[in-house]
Protein backbone atom coordinates (compact mmCIF):
# COMPACT_ATOMS: atom_id res chain seq x y z
CA UNK A 1 0.00 0.00 0.00
CA UNK A 2 1.29 3.18 -0.93
CA UNK A 3 0.35 7.01 0.39
CA UNK A 4 -1.91 7.28 -2.27
CA UNK A 5 -4.19 4.31 -1.42
CA UNK A 6 -3.41 4.61 2.62
CA UNK A 7 -5.07 8.81 2.53
CA UNK A 8 -7.76 7.42 0.13
CA UNK A 9 -8.89 4.67 2.06
CA UNK A 10 -8.55 6.35 5.75
CA UNK A 11 -8.35 10.32 5.01
CA UNK A 12 -6.37 12.97 7.27
CA UNK A 13 -8.35 12.52 10.62
CA UNK A 14 -9.66 8.49 10.68
CA UNK A 15 -12.00 7.80 13.36
CA UNK A 16 -9.73 4.84 13.75
CA UNK A 17 -6.77 4.87 14.73
CA UNK A 18 -5.44 1.22 15.58
CA UNK A 19 -4.40 0.41 11.24
CA UNK A 20 -2.52 3.87 11.74
CA UNK A 21 -0.53 3.05 14.58
CA UNK A 22 -0.34 -0.60 13.25
CA UNK A 23 0.97 0.55 9.65
CA UNK A 24 3.30 3.01 11.42
CA UNK A 25 4.61 -0.22 13.84
CA UNK A 26 5.14 -2.37 10.25
CA UNK A 27 6.76 0.64 8.05
CA UNK A 28 8.97 1.44 11.32
CA UNK A 29 10.05 -2.48 11.46
CA UNK A 30 11.12 -2.03 7.29
CA UNK A 31 14.20 0.38 8.37
CA UNK A 32 15.34 1.32 5.32
CA UNK A 33 13.34 -0.19 3.38
CA UNK A 34 9.79 1.25 4.63
CA UNK A 35 8.12 4.02 2.72
CA UNK A 36 9.22 7.54 4.20
CA UNK A 37 6.11 9.34 2.52
CA UNK A 38 3.46 6.74 4.11
CA UNK A 39 5.36 7.03 7.64
CA UNK A 40 4.90 10.72 7.15
CA UNK A 41 1.56 10.68 6.56
CA UNK A 42 0.81 8.15 9.30
CA UNK A 43 2.36 10.71 11.65
CA UNK A 44 0.69 13.16 10.59
CA UNK A 45 -2.75 11.30 10.70
CA UNK A 46 -1.38 10.64 14.88
CA UNK A 47 -0.39 14.40 15.26
CA UNK A 48 -3.76 15.81 14.53
CA UNK A 49 -4.95 13.16 17.32
CA UNK A 50 -2.62 14.39 19.66
CA UNK A 51 -2.48 11.28 21.99
CA UNK A 52 0.54 11.54 24.04
CA UNK A 53 0.73 8.15 23.85
CA UNK A 54 1.77 8.25 19.94
CA UNK A 55 5.00 10.30 20.67
CA UNK A 56 7.36 7.57 21.33
CA UNK A 57 5.91 5.46 18.24
CA UNK A 58 6.55 8.71 16.14
CA UNK A 59 10.15 9.20 17.41
CA UNK A 60 10.89 5.40 16.79
CA UNK A 61 9.57 6.00 13.05
CA UNK A 62 11.03 8.74 12.54
CA UNK A 63 14.74 7.12 13.48
CA UNK A 64 13.85 3.75 11.38
CA UNK A 65 15.51 5.38 7.90
CA UNK A 66 17.55 8.76 7.07
CA UNK A 67 14.44 9.52 4.99
CA UNK A 68 11.94 9.01 7.48
CA UNK A 69 14.75 11.38 9.85
CA UNK A 70 14.15 14.10 7.19
CA UNK A 71 10.52 13.60 6.32
CA UNK A 72 9.05 13.60 10.03
CA UNK A 73 9.36 17.13 11.51
CA UNK A 74 9.78 17.67 15.41
CA UNK A 75 6.30 19.09 14.71
CA UNK A 76 4.73 15.86 14.05
CA UNK A 77 5.81 14.68 17.64
CA UNK A 78 4.01 17.18 19.26
CA UNK A 79 0.49 16.97 18.35
CA UNK A 80 -0.51 17.77 22.66
CA UNK A 81 1.69 21.04 22.17
CA UNK A 82 5.41 21.22 22.78
CA UNK A 83 5.11 21.85 26.74
CA UNK A 84 2.52 18.99 27.51
CA UNK A 85 4.30 17.03 25.02
CA UNK A 86 8.02 17.88 27.27
CA UNK A 87 6.51 17.42 30.33
CA UNK A 88 4.52 14.13 29.34
CA UNK A 89 8.20 12.17 28.33
CA UNK A 90 10.17 13.88 31.55
CA UNK A 91 7.28 12.02 33.61
CA UNK A 92 7.98 8.60 31.61
CA UNK A 93 11.37 9.06 33.01
CA UNK A 94 13.09 6.22 30.18
CA UNK A 95 15.76 7.00 28.36
CA UNK A 96 14.05 7.18 25.17
CA UNK A 97 12.28 9.55 26.50
CA UNK A 98 15.37 11.56 27.37
CA UNK A 99 16.34 11.19 23.93
CA UNK A 100 13.21 13.02 23.05
CA UNK A 101 13.52 15.57 25.46
CA UNK A 102 17.06 16.38 24.27
CA UNK A 103 16.12 16.48 20.83
CA UNK A 104 13.38 19.03 21.25
CA UNK A 105 15.34 21.10 23.51
CA UNK A 106 17.70 21.63 20.40
CA UNK A 107 14.75 23.19 18.70
CA UNK A 108 15.78 26.80 17.18
CA UNK A 109 14.05 28.86 19.96
CA UNK A 110 12.36 30.68 16.56
CA UNK A 111 10.43 27.68 15.35
CA UNK A 112 9.25 27.11 18.54
CA UNK A 113 8.04 30.62 19.19
CA UNK A 114 6.35 30.33 15.67
CA UNK A 115 5.37 26.84 16.93
CA UNK A 116 1.24 26.51 16.78
CA UNK A 117 -0.79 22.88 16.94
CA UNK A 118 -3.47 24.63 15.41
CA UNK A 119 -1.87 26.53 12.70
CA UNK A 120 0.43 23.35 11.79
CA UNK A 121 -2.77 21.00 11.55
CA UNK A 122 -4.48 23.61 9.01
CA UNK A 123 -1.17 23.39 7.33
CA UNK A 124 -1.03 19.53 6.74
CA UNK A 125 -4.83 19.82 6.05
CA UNK A 126 -4.29 22.38 3.35
CA UNK A 127 -1.55 20.39 2.07
CA UNK A 128 -2.94 16.68 2.16
CA UNK A 129 -6.28 17.86 0.15
CA UNK A 130 -5.02 20.29 -2.23
CA UNK A 131 -2.23 18.32 -3.36
CA UNK A 132 -4.49 15.27 -3.58
CA UNK A 133 -0.74 12.84 -1.97
CA UNK A 134 0.31 12.15 -5.16
Known sequence: MDEDEWYSRHGLRPADLGPVRALLHEQT???????SALIHLCCVQLFLRGDLADVLPIWRAKHSSFDAACSVEWQLLCGAGRERTLDHLRSLGTPEAEEVVAYLSYT??????AFDVEEQSRWHAQYYESEEVS
Do not use: I, Y
Open 108 to 113: NPADVA
Open 29 to 35: ALGVHND
